[in-house]
């Protein structure tokens, strides 16, 4: 017996850990999974229903347009935040003095809840003393900036903040693929007679190929998961113009006890998740092989 | 014609000189090897030369014309380096290719160029791989490409063979050397490899600390190092320094190793020295290269001693052996077909002609 | 290229250069300041409105400068008015927020750790297969896993406390932690651990004697990581607790959205600062940690 522990500790250490994460990651998606196809309603039922819940969640008004803000957050999320993200990077990577200062600025809305950021952005959004005030002091007296209790543009609003929140991250990622390359590929551009703007679009942006992929991996998943700045914005409102899958799914189990559905709205986002992670996966892991 | 001359040069990073008043000129269609340890500044010369490091004092000039303040791209230069510095997003031929495409040069000269330079380099085949197809000597090869085909005034080299494997290495310091031989276009060459130095540069320029510790010709840097540094980092293994001194006696000059209660006296009657009047008494030392204690008599002047082995390593062709002189360890290189035996005394002549005697206080050549 | 350039079109060209590079650096520095701006505005606007009072903030606009500090806002959201019900105040949750973390980020960090250091100095055969496993759990998106959740907390009875909350964030954590700690020891030579163990030092010995005392960098990341993450967290404090139990994103949530009484800005803000300020003296104090944590366990969000 001692013998045998002996050799086998390294596995009995890992144990508890493999175990934890068998049972409440992959034994509860499971679970999650099965449930989706039971007509479960304020508690779990066991007997199969098909794919019910799946028809009743995409026939479901709400439920689209969920799917619809997450699709117009997560391009414009996307879009922005690598733009904004690529750009201060570059610019941080001149030689700038008080670099680290601002390289502190950009990134400290990273350390904040999304929470936080949320209550911020819903003082500075708020339709009668917030930036519409502020613009009419400044001597625009017509200024109207209503998008946070407007039912078309409450989806920008999330984004102006999930930008503010996530883009000095992006930056980061840049910056650190940037500083990754050797400085001898610049020098013998600089030889070869290219600008500064030549450098960047024709060398070194090719070369952050894998910088790209790795944050569009990091912000879709942030968005598919998107749920606390939402709560905190706007809760979904104006109406439901700014739900969300992660809210659509907390929502249905929580306040409208609809288990069933819910578990089924759960899986739709799981598998979205899935499917931009196991690429994702994959390839890091091969990365990894070859060097 | 001078093609390139570094005056009064230096250059510090912080409170660090990194150079110190650098002087060079070399001529047109010669080879200079910048030689150092690390950190002694060759790269930074080399970098300075290019107009990738900005300069404290002095001035560069490429044929005549102050360069100092001018880009590199408008130098008329092109550069190897180390880690190649291709372009991994573009492929061979863009590689190439791409300094002339951003002068502007037309299309067809541009194709010409490329098709010359290829075939030359034997890099035909490759043109449309990315540079994370090739092996090391293909990228080097690519490197070596893409500086040709701008047809530069001055080609600049920073450790351009450190990256190979040892055989590729001395395949490639052929290829440079021959590559310059069909050329003759200016080279300046920056390594850390002694018989890189001296296989393939006209010219060489030994740096320590920032200073140019001798800029001469192969032979004269081995034959006649201007001081300790030069003599003990040229050869391997490094040329002895013995410790002794000075004694002069009418017109007889001679050196007297330490320990050895004026027994063991070396004539140096035949030694050139730089200036002839020493003082006797002074501090030096005498230098002699391992190759240059032989186990037989072949001159005349050669010096006689018994030394005892203690110890042999052999490495295939020859064999190294550490003698005990006067207490003092001395190297002595022979055939690995010379039967030596360690803990034994045996027979050795130093070749007077071969020598090299320092001054102890100011490591100079005397 | 080939030609010799004169001296003269040297001079023109260095002089050229000169200009354009002194306005692309001017360009270059308006463009930072200006995002500058945008990420310090809300930052400035939170801590201007919490040191208003309400009648100057209805007065005046977002960036006015109050025109006395006015620090009551503050000690409200900390410490309540004083009157009993319906009087909520950050005290009790920022307390069950630091009850919650620090168990939560100890636990976490240790097991991390000894897994990342089996997978990495005892391998076997299949252990990128057991990494890959829990690798995983990084990604998922915990929607997926809410509904088991919360009933097997109610099973074992430690729904809607503080306990359950660590019991979520330890497991949660796991994979983050063994990422970390794995991808650290992967990067320790492993002569190191031979060496120890010609010397007969045994699995924990290497583990406690060896390991841990080189392991400070990591740990640092990973505390940061792991604070920060629980400490921000709202998904599994809002599901699995409520009313006294909750942690204090939750509390700050419920706190600006009640609409018992009228709005009072200055105290929301306040009270959003107040949440925020524990992740954010730690981003400024270790900064370099918390940015190579972001990097390595790049994909949660």
Same mark, same amino acid.
């Given at each position: 017996?001692?013998?045998?522990?002996?050799?086998?500790?390294? #596995?009995?250490? $890992?144990? *508890?850990?493999? +175990? @934890?994460?068998?049972? !409440?990651?992959?034994?509860?998606?499971?679970?999650?999974?099965?449930?989706?196809?039971?007509?479960?309603?304020?508690?779990?039922?066991?007997?199969?229903?098909?794919?019910?819940?799946?028809?009743?969640?995409?026939?479901?008004?709400?439920?689209?347009?969920?799917?619809?803000?997450?699709?117009?957050?997560?391009?414009?999320?996307?879009?922005?935040?690598?733009v904004i993200g690529i750009i201060l990077a570059i610019f941080l990577d001149q030689k700038i003095r008080a670099e680290g200062v601002l390289r502190t600025i950009y990134l400290y809305p990273m350390a904040l809840s999304f929470i936080v950021t949320g209550t911020?952005? #819903?003082?500075? $959004?708020? *339709?009668?003393? +917030? @930036?519409?005030?502020? !613009?009419?002091?400044?001597?625009?007296?017509?200024?109207?900036?209503?998008?946070?209790?407007?039912?078309?543009?409450?989806?920008?609003?999330?984004?102006?903040?999930?930008?503010?929140?996530?883009?000095?991250?992006?930056?980061?990622?840049?910056?650190?693929?940037?500083?990754?390359?050797?400085?001898?590929?610049?020098?013998?551009?600089?030889?070869d007679g290219a600008n500064l703007f030549t450098v960047y679009w024709k060398i070194l942006i090719p070369m952050m190929r894998p910088v790209f992929f790795t944050s569009f991996v990091v912000l879709v998943h942030i968005s598919i998961k998107s749920y606390d700045l939402i709560v905190a914005l706007t809760q979904g409102g104006p109406g439901i113009s700014t739900t969300m899958p992660a809210l659509y799914m907390t929502q249905t189990a929580f306040h409208k006890s609809q288990v069933g559905l819910s578990a089924a709205s759960a899986m739709m986002m799981f598998m979205a998740v899935a499917a931009v992670i196991i690429p994702y996966l994959y390839s890091e892991l091969r990365r990894e092989n070859v060097s | 014609?001078?093609?390139?001359?570094?005056?009064?040069?230096?250059?510090?990073?912080?409170?660090?000189?990194?150079?110190?008043?650098?002087?060079?000129?070399?001529?047109?269609?010669?080879?200079?090897?910048?030689?150092?340890?690390?950190?002694?500044?060759?790269?930074?010369?080399?970098?300075?030369?290019?107009?990738?490091?900005?300069?404290?004092?002095?001035?560069?000039?490429?044929?005549?014309?102050?360069?100092?303040?001018?880009?590199?791209?408008?130098?008329?230069?092109?550069?190897?380096?180390?880690?190649?510095?291709?372009?991994?997003?573009?492929?061979?031929?863009?590689?190439?290719?791409?300094?002339?495409?951003?002068?502007?040069?037309?299309?067809?000269?541009?194709?010409?160029?490329?098709?010359?330079?290829?075939?030359?380099?034997?890099?035909?085949?490759?043109?449309?791989?990315?540079?994370?197809?090739?092996?090391?000597?293909?990228?080097?090869?690519?490197?070596?490409?893409?500086?040709?085909?701008?047809?530069?005034?001055?080609?600049?080299?920073?450790?351009?063979?450190?990256?190979?494997?040892?055989?590729?290495?001395?395949?490639?310091?052929?290829?440079?050397?021959?590559?310059?031989?069909?050329?003759?276009?200016?080279?300046?060459?920056?390594?850390?490899?002694?018989?890189?130095?001296?296989?393939?540069?006209?010219?060489?320029?030994?740096?320590?600390?920032?200073?140019?510790?001798?800029?001469?010709?192969?032979?004269?840097?081995?034959?006649?190092?201007?001081?300790?540094?030069?003599?003990?980092?040229?050869?391997?293994?490094s040329m002895n320094l013995i410790n002794g001194q000075l004694a002069k006696e009418a017109n007889n000059v001679s050196f007297i190793p330490e320990g050895s209660n004026q027994s063991g006296k070396v004539s140096l009657n035949n030694y050139n020295f730089v200036k002839s009047p020493q003082e006797s008494g002074n501090d030096i030392y005498f230098g002699i290269r391992p190759e240059h204690i032989h186990y037989k008599k072949t001159n005349d002047t050669d010096f006689e001693v018994n030394l005892r082995a203690d110890l042999k390593e052999y490495v295939g062709h020859e064999q190294i052996i550490t003698f005990n002189y006067y207490s003092q360890e001395i190297l002595g290189k022979f055939p690995s077909t010379v039967k030596i035996e360690t803990g034994q005394e045996m027979k050795l002549f130093f070749d007077l002609s071969q020598i090299s005697v320092f001054d102890k206080k100011t490591n100079k050549r005397i | 290229m080939s030609a010799n350039i004169s001296a003269t079109s040297y001079k023109q060209l260095e002089?050229?250069?000169?200009?354009?590079?002194?306005?692309?650096?001017?360009?270059?520095?308006?463009?930072?300041?200006?995002?500058?701006?945008?990420?310090?505005?809300?930052?400035?606007?939170?801590?201007?409105?919490?040191?208003?009072?309400?009648?100057?903030?209805?007065?005046?606009?977002?960036?006015?400068?109050?025109?006395?500090?006015?620090?009551?806002?503050?000690?409200?959201?900390?410490?309540?008015?004083?009157?009993?019900?319906?009087?909520?105040?950050?005290?009790?949750?920022?307390?069950?927020?630091?009850?919650?973390?620090?168990?939560?980020?100890?636990?976490?960090?240790?097991?991390?750790?000894?897994?990342?250091?089996?997978l990495t100095k005892w391998r076997f055969k299949g252990d990128s297969w057991i990494f890959l496993f829990l690798l995983f759990g990084c990604f998922i998106p915990?929607?997926?896993?809410?509904?088991?959740?919360?009933?097997?907390?109610?099973?074992?009875?430690?729904?809607n406390s503080i306990l359950g909350l660590v019991v979520v964030h330890t497991v949660y954590g796991i994979p983050f932690t063994t990422l970390f700690f794995r991808n650290y020891y992967v990067s320790i030579p492993n002569e190191l651990i031979k060496a120890a163990r010609i010397d007969g030092a045994g699995f924990f010995k290497i583990f406690f004697k060896i390991l841990l005392p080189i392991s400070a960098p990591i740990i640092v990341v990973t505390v940061i990581w792991q604070f920060t993450q629980i400490w921000n967290d709202f998904l599994f404090g809002s599901t699995f607790s409520f009313g006294e139990a909750a942690p204090i994103q939750v509390a700050l949530n419920n706190m600006v959205l009640s609409s018992t009484s009228v709005k009072e800005y200055n105290v929301d803000m306040a009270s959003a600062i107040i949440a925020g300020f524990p992740t954010l003296i730690v981003y400024v104090l270790a900064g370099k940690y918390f940015i190579r944590g972001l990097t390595s366990g790049a994909v949660k969000g």
């Open positions: 017996m001692f013998k045998w522990l002996e050799k086998n500790l390294p #596995k009995v250490v $890992l144990a *508890p850990a493999v +175990g @934890l994460i068998s049972w !409440f990651v992959y034994g509860f998606i499971l679970w999650t999974l099965y449930i989706s196809f039971t007509n479960s309603k304020i508690l779990p039922k066991y007997e199969l229903w098909g794919f019910g819940q799946y028809t009743k969640l995409w026939a479901s008004r709400k439920w689209l347009i969920a799917v619809d803000n997450l699709l117009i957050f997560t391009a414009l999320f996307l879009i922005f935040c690598i911020a952005w #819903k003082w500075i $959004l708020n *339709p009668t003393l +917030g @930036l519409q005030k502020l !613009f009419i002091d400044m001597g625009f007296e017509n200024f109207t900036f209503d998008w946070l209790v407007n039912r078309e543009m409450a989806i920008y609003t999330i984004v102006i903040a999930g930008v503010w929140q996530s883009a000095g991250f992006i930056m980061a990622l840049f910056l650190a693929g940037l500083r990754s390359i050797e400085d001898e590929i610049v020098k013998a551009a600089k030889i | 014609m001078i093609t390139l001359k570094v005056q009064d040069l230096s250059k510090n990073f912080g409170s660090t000189e990194v150079l110190k008043k650098i002087n060079l000129e070399i001529e047109e269609g010669n080879f200079l090897v910048l030689l150092g340890p690390s950190g002694c500044g060759k790269s930074t010369l080399l970098n300075i030369i290019a107009g990738l490091e900005t300069i404290d004092e002095g001035t560069v000039f490429i044929d005549d014309y102050n360069v100092s303040e001018v880009e590199p791209k408008d130098r008329n230069i092109a550069m190897v380096f180390q880690s190649y510095a291709l372009y991994p997003s573009m492929n061979v031929k863009e590689n190439m290719v791409f300094g002339l495409k951003q002068s502007k040069t037309s299309k067809e000269k541009i194709e010409e160029q490329l098709k010359k330079v290829s075939s030359f380099l034997h890099v035909d085949e490759l043109l449309n791989r990315k540079p994370s197809q090739l092996s090391g000597g293909q990228r080097q090869r690519v490197a070596i490409g893409r500086a040709l085909v701008r047809e530069p005034r001055i080609f600049l080299f920073d450790e351009p063979l450190s990256n190979l494997d040892a055989k590729l290495r001395v395949e490639m310091r052929r290829e440079i050397k021959k590559l310059h031989q069909t050329l003759k276009t200016t080279v300046v060459y920056v390594t850390h490899d002694q018989t890189e130095a001296m296989s393939l540069g006209t010219n060489i320029a030994i740096m320590n600390h920032g200073v140019i510790q001798q800029y001469d010709t192969p032979e004269n840097i081995y034959n006649k190092p201007n001081n300790t540094f030069v003599a003990d980092f040229i050869g391997s293994p | 002089q050229k250069s000169k200009l354009k590079n002194m306005l692309l650096r001017w360009f270059l520095y308006f463009v930072l300041i200006l995002f500058a701006s945008y990420f310090i505005f809300p930052l400035y606007v939170m801590i201007v409105t919490s040191l208003k009072t309400m009648p100057e903030i209805r007065q005046g606009n977002l960036i006015t400068w109050p025109s006395q500090l006015n620090f009551k806002p503050w000690a409200v959201a900390w410490g309540g008015r004083g009157y009993g019900a319906g009087d909520t105040f950050l005290r009790p949750y920022f307390w069950n927020s630091i009850k919650m973390v620090v168990p939560a980020v100890v636990a976490s960090t240790f097991i991390g750790a000894m897994t990342g250091y089996v915990f929607q997926a896993i809410l509904l088991p959740m919360a009933r097997t907390l109610g099973v074992l009875g430690i729904s």
